[in-house]
């Protein structure tokens, strides 16, 4: 089974409602192209607020899931017979959260991932803004295939990147908020790329682009192969929509699909994950 992908690499500014209509653009464009998923990146329409410290002020900037994003995204997905995989400054009750609801071709929301793993560190002050989450490594089962989803951080954690295969992913979305400099040269890639290898999936990681106040975001979307080889790749710092097919085959005829994910004998090390 043949999947086109499109991901939605643009720059936000402080208007929510403008980086909206301009991100509902994007969408309609890439199905013209024929895209059949598409994803965008961390907090895609809001300025990436964990630069700065969390004040009363940018958590009352939290939105309900469903609320006016997903609703205008449901109703474009309705619309073209696209899945869309959004991520967005969640608020449900008195917590807030960095959330990824996933809608399904039919405007259907199938759920909500949100991040697990929280980090604190130099224009990365994460755990003031999100709680983490509870519900897992949820997979969900599209019109077009078998979507996980990776939120930023979690992507360095090879026991939920193994989680979402086990579920039965056959593409991960991870949005990024990933700055020019952050890490060594191709560390990411590389990273991703052994995800892909291990887990027998594709991973499509989708970055934001534009300078804001503290970093300079470096877009170079990517989407890894399950044999770890990277099949499209977009500019640095450009504003694109990277579009690529993905045959769902090369999943199951993976080398962990049929040998890794077979041959583990998490009996024997089921403890140490646990410690």
């Known amino acids: 089974m043949n999947v086109t992908i499109s991901l939605i690499q643009q720059r936000a500014g402080h208007d929510r409602a403008a980086n909206r209509v301009r991100g509902l653009t994007s969408v309609q464009e890439a199905a013209r192209?024929?895209?059949?998923?598409?994803a965008f990146?961390?907090?895609?329409?809001?300025?990436?607020?964990?630069?700065?410290p969390a004040t009363s002020e940018t958590l009352r900037l939290a939105e309900p899931i469903p609320?006016?994003?997903?609703?205008?995204?449901?109703a474009v997905a309705r619309e073209f017979g696209v899945v869309i995989v959004l991520n967005l400054f969640e608020r449900d009750g008195e917590k807030t959260y960095d959330s990824s609801p996933v809608i399904d071709a039919d405007g259907?929301?199938?759920?909500?991932?949100?991040?697990?793993?929280?980090?604190?560190?130099?224009?990365?002050?994460?755990?003031?803004?999100?709680?983490?989450?509870v519900l897992g490594a949820p997979v969900y089962a599209t019109r077009?295939?078998?979507?996980?989803?990776?939120?930023?951080?979690?992507?360095?954690?090879?026991?939920?990147?193994?989680?979402?295969?086990?579920n039965g992913a056959e593409i991960v979305v991870v949005p990024q908020a990933g700055a020019v400099g952050e890490w060594p040269e191709g560390l990411y890639?590389?990273?991703?790329?052994?995800?892909?290898?291990?887990?027998?999936?594709?991973?499509?990681?989708?970055?934001?682009?534009?300078?804001?106040?503290?970093?300079?975001?470096?877009?170079?979307?990517?989407?890894?192969?399950?044999?770890?080889?990277?099949?499209?790749?977009?500019g640095i710092g450009t504003e694109e929509i990277l579009t690529t097919t993905l045959d769902l085959d090369n999943?199951?005829?993976?080398?962990?699909?049929?040998?890794?994910?077979?041959?583990?004998?998490?009996?024997?090390?089921?403890?140490w994950l646990n410690r």
């Open 144 to 166: 077009f295939g078998f979507i996980g989803v990776a939120i930023c951080y979690d992507r360095h954690f090879p026991e939920y990147m193994r989680a979402l295969a086990l």
């Open 108 to 133: 259907k929301l199938l759920g909500i991932t949100r991040m697990i793993h929280i980090t604190d560190y130099p224009c990365f002050h994460e755990q003031g803004y999100y709680s983490p989450s």
């Open 67 to 74: 609320g006016p994003t997903t609703e205008s995204f449901a």
């Open 33 to 38: 192209q024929g895209a059949q998923v598409i």
């Open 189 to 234: 890639e590389a990273e991703m790329r052994v995800a892909s290898f291990q887990n027998g999936y594709y991973a499509a990681l989708c970055n934001r682009v534009g300078r804001e106040e503290c970093l300079t975001f470096a877009g170079e979307s990517f989407i890894s192969d399950p044999s770890g080889v990277v099949i499209a790749r977009a």
């Open 251 to 271: 999943v199951h005829a993976s080398h962990a699909r049929r040998l890794f994910l077979r041959d583990r004998r998490p009996v024997l090390y089921a403890d």
């Open 41 to 52: 990146s961390e907090l895609a329409f809001d300025p990436f607020y964990p630069q700065r």
